[in-house]
């Protein structure tokens, strides 16, 4: 059997969900290790290798950063890689985690960035055709996290996301009105850096929060929720600081790190299902 399959393009790991069965998660490191005998080893055995390597120039991890840098290559034993090369190779264990797990896919949606161009989003294209993963979206990662709510409950208005995860901020403003139907109002973010602890980050993300709301034309009192998304944001300084803005206590009833994927599997099933009654 095949199955939709959602996928969180993560920095430093990336998040599968298939939509049709209530399996775990399947979670993949986003790293290559190239040994000292050549070849490419990725996922949970790339990692095992890289982190007993006593040479840390011999792994590459968090290429996502870099993606789209036309420029940027990976130099190794003469070899040259792009960055959109070695996210391929990254897509292609995916694939593999995912056929282990649950079996063939008819389809994945891929969640990114908001923030991500276009020039990004092509080198994402790029990377799954060469992994032979079939795309069906590429969709925003702050309106997968949403439409895993509003797919659920009567989750509706303006929400605001808060994604806090491996040195990383983003906070989006999104217009909710129906899972079919929503809409980005504004984006902002922080790259930070990642020896920083969660209360700094906390901190320091007020003024990202702000600035978002400002870019939208909404006023903290008129944000109807607040949904938590990443590995960080579960930290009670995040709902201290999220309360104090809005009011509200955050959203998490779905797991931060879960919650984009599962909404981007959400949106493969609605695909699949549109093209079944056009048929």
């Not at 309106?143 to 895993?148: C, E, P, Q, V």
Request: with cysteine; net charge negative; aromatic share 6%.
């Amino acid at each position: 059997m095949a199955h939709v399959i959602g996928i969180d393009f993560g920095l430093m790991n990336i998040v599968s969900v298939a939509a049709d069965t209530e399996g775990p998660a399947i979670i993949t490191p986003s790293l290559v290790y190239f040994g000292p005998e050549g070849g490419s080893i990725t996922g949970i055995p790339g990692l095992d290798a890289a982190v007993a390597d006593p040479d840390p120039d011999r792994a590459v991890l968090g290429v996502r950063r870099v993606l789209g840098d036309a420029a940027w290559r990976f130099s190794i034993d003469g070899a040259k890689y792009r960055a959109v090369d070695l996210v391929g190779l990254v897509f292609k264990r995916v694939a593999h985690d995912i056929e282990a797990e649950v079996g063939g896919v008819d389809g994945v949606v891929v969640a990114v960035p908001a923030c991500f161009h276009d020039g990004q989003r092509r080198a994402v294209l790029e990377a799954l055709a060469s992994a032979g993963l079939p795309l069906l979206q590429i969709m925003n990662e702050p309106s997968a996290a949403a439409l895993a709510y509003a797919s659920t409950t009567s989750f509706r208005g303006t929400v605001v996301v808060y994604d806090l995860g491996d040195g990383n901020l983003d906070v989006t403003i999104l217009d909710v009105r129906s899972p079919e139907n929503i809409a980005l109002l504004a984006v902002g973010g922080d790259l930070g850096a990642f020896d920083e602890p969660i209360a700094t980050q906390a901190e320091r993300s007020e003024a990202i929060v702000l600035r978002a709301l400002k870019e939208a034309d909404v006023k903290s009192g008129d944000v109807d929720a607040v949904l938590l998304v990443g590995s960080s944001a579960h930290h009670p300084e995040v709902a201290e600081l999220l309360h104090r803005l809005f009011g509200l206590t955050p959203f998490a009833e779905i797991d931060p790190v879960l919650v984009v994927a599962r909404g981007a599997a959400v949106k493969g099933g609605m695909i699949l299902e549109e093209r079944t009654r056009a048929a």
